[in-house]
């Protein structure tokens, strides 16, 4: 069973930044893309970053390109977003994902295109 643990959320003022972690356990991470999403109140997840299997290969949602990048340690099995510029708008629950395929050439920003997913850790930002 794969386990994903999320880090690192917390209040910030707008155009702080914070660093999210996730940590994964239970299977062999370096052969698994990585995702991130997020969920605000009353709204439907949506996609905010995706990282290849090794690292070479990066996605991101328009909302969040150049603010937020998305990276990770296969040696440690943790991916991380660190999040810049902060706006009140990425007030949301983020979640990790693991994608359900190894060494897959495809980054996706589908939720379906994921297996396992952690509990979430909560940003908020005030303005």
């Known amino acids: 069973q794969v386990q994903l643990v999320e880090s690192g959320g917390g209040l910030v003022q707008a155009g702080g930044s914070l660093r999210l972690s996730c940590a994964a356990s239970g299977r062999t991470f370096s052969a698994y893309a990585m995702g991130w999403f997020r969920q605000a109140p009353g709204k439907e997840r949506e996609f905010v970053a995706a990282?290849?299997?090794?690292?070479?290969?990066?996605y991101y949602a328009d909302s969040v390109k150049g603010r937020f990048t998305i990276s990770r340690d296969n040696a440690k099995n943790t991916v991380s977003l660190q999040t810049n510029s902060l706006k009140p708008d990425d007030t949301a629950a983020y979640y990790c994902a693991a994608d359900r395929t190894p060494y897959r050439r495809t980054l996706y920003y589908r939720e379906s295109g994921y297996e396992y997913w952690g509990q979430g850790t909560q940003v908020t930002v005030s303005s």
């Open positions: 990282i290849s299997w090794n690292g070479g290969s990066t």
